[in-house]
């Protein structure tokens, strides 16, 4: 039997490694959401979300990146085993067999709730929207210590957003601390009011043909460096072309998009690649 050295043991765990890596990247890359999402509408830069729904440029995620977002949505399951084991009543689709979303007239606006809940205790006997989230140390502490509706304001816009969408009055919240594995809970009512002005901002952003303002004019303002769209907004990085980056497009009814050069419903398949007389939209 072949014998190996140490280095050579090394160098066969780093490619294994940067195998597993590759292999996330291939297989867990998302393409671009093609509506804009309740777990987006709560950021505070009108621009950034504006730039996504346009699709203003793709980001690519390193394959640990990628595991981090799979291990937030394998936790799900996980946290809904442990309610179901205490007793509740967790609906996580519909009639249909579907993920309970909500969706505006247009289609272009919505998202997907992480399932309705019934508690166990015959005092309580109210309907849930779940919102369930991973965190990490720093963002576990300030969630503990805050609370969800001042730590984390973008959650709570999707727990109003899904609890107006599916009348229903108040949300649970579970977070869990990726670092130690505490669990933060808590039970809220929900803003039905701040979730109409979110669709109303939803649809001023999706009706858009030019670009909102941004948060902040000066890109060393601490939102602006962590935003992926950082070189499109403040430095002049061209846009990716497709069609719904291009000035030509335009966001209709029924979830679709029409061109007002070509005066056509653009076909879905067509959209990522645009065509020849595509303009950049900003």
């Given at each position: 039997?072949a014998?190996?050295?140490?280095?050579?043991?090394?160098?066969?765990?780093?490619?294994?490694?940067?195998?597993?890596?590759?292999?996330?990247?291939?297989?867990?890359?998302?393409?671009?959401?093609?509506h804009?999402g309740?777990?987006?509408?709560?950021?505070?830069?009108?621009?950034?979300?504006?730039?996504?729904?346009?699709?203003?440029?793709?980001?690519?995620?390193?394959?640990?990146?990628?595991?981090?977002?799979?291990?937030?949505?394998?936790?799900e399951?996980?946290?809904?085993?442990?309610?179901?084991?205490?007793?509740?009543?967790?609906?996580?689709?519909?009639?249909?067999?579907?993920?309970?979303?909500?969706?505006?007239?247009?289609?272009?606006?919505?998202?997907?709730?992480?399932?309705?809940?019934?508690?166990?205790?015959?005092?309580?006997?109210?309907?849930?929207?779940?919102?369930?989230k991973?965190?990490?140390?720093?963002?576990f502490?300030?969630?503990?210590?805050?609370?969800?509706?001042?730590?984390?304001?973008?959650?709570?816009?999707?727990?109003?957003?899904?609890?107006?969408?599916?009348?229903?009055?108040?949300?649970?919240?579970?977070g869990?601390?990726?670092?130690?594995?505490?669990?933060?809970?808590?039970?809220?009512?929900l803003?039905?009011?701040?979730?109409?002005?979110?669709?109303?901002?939803?649809?001023?952003?999706?009706?858009?043909?030019?670009?909102?303002?941004?948060?902040?004019?000066?890109?060393?303002?601490?939102?602006?460096?962590?935003?992926?769209?950082?070189?499109?907004?403040?430095?002049?990085?061209?846009?990716?072309?497709?069609?719904?980056?291009?000035?030509?497009?335009?966001?209709?009814?029924?979830?679709?998009?029409?061109?007002?050069?070509?005066?056509?419903?653009?076909p879905?398949?067509?959209?990522?690649?645009?065509?020849?007389?595509?303009?950049?939209?900003?």
């Amino acid at each position: 039997m072949a014998k190996f050295h140490a280095r050579q043991l090394e160098a066969l765990a780093q490619r294994i490694h940067g195998d597993i890596d590759q292999y996330c990247v291939d297989t867990m890359s998302d393409e671009h959401r093609t509506h804009l999402g309740a777990s987006l509408i709560g950021e505070d830069c009108d621009a950034k979300i504006w730039y996504a729904f346009r699709w203003a440029h793709k980001e690519v995620f390193s394959g640990r990146m990628l595991r981090l977002f799979e291990r937030g949505k394998l936790e799900e399951a996980r946290i809904t085993r442990y309610l179901r084991g205490i007793g509740f009543t967790i609906s996580e689709v519909d009639d249909t067999g579907r993920q309970f979303k909500i969706a505006d007239s247009s289609g272009h606006y919505g998202g997907s709730t992480d399932g309705l809940a019934m508690p166990p205790y015959p005092e309580f006997p109210i309907k849930m929207v779940c919102e369930f989230k991973t965190h990490n140390q720093g963002s576990f502490r300030l969630l503990k210590e805050k609370g969800v509706i001042l730590s984390k304001p973008k959650h709570w816009a999707q727990m109003n957003s899904y609890g107006k969408g599916f009348s229903i009055e108040y949300g649970l919240y579970v977070g869990v601390g990726k670092n130690d594995d505490d669990l933060h809970i808590e039970c809220l009512p929900l803003d039905w009011g701040a979730a109409d002005d979110l669709h109303i901002r939803a649809d001023r952003i999706i009706r858009s043909q030019v670009r909102p303002a941004k948060i902040a004019l000066n890109p060393s303002h601490f939102e602006c460096k962590m935003c992926a769209f950082i070189d499109n907004c403040h430095h002049g990085k061209p846009l990716q072309v497709n069609c719904r980056s291009c000035k030509h497009a335009h966001a209709i009814e029924g979830k679709q998009w029409g061109c007002d050069f070509h005066n056509v419903v653009l076909p879905s398949d067509f959209i990522p690649k645009g065509c020849t007389n595509w303009k950049p939209i900003a």
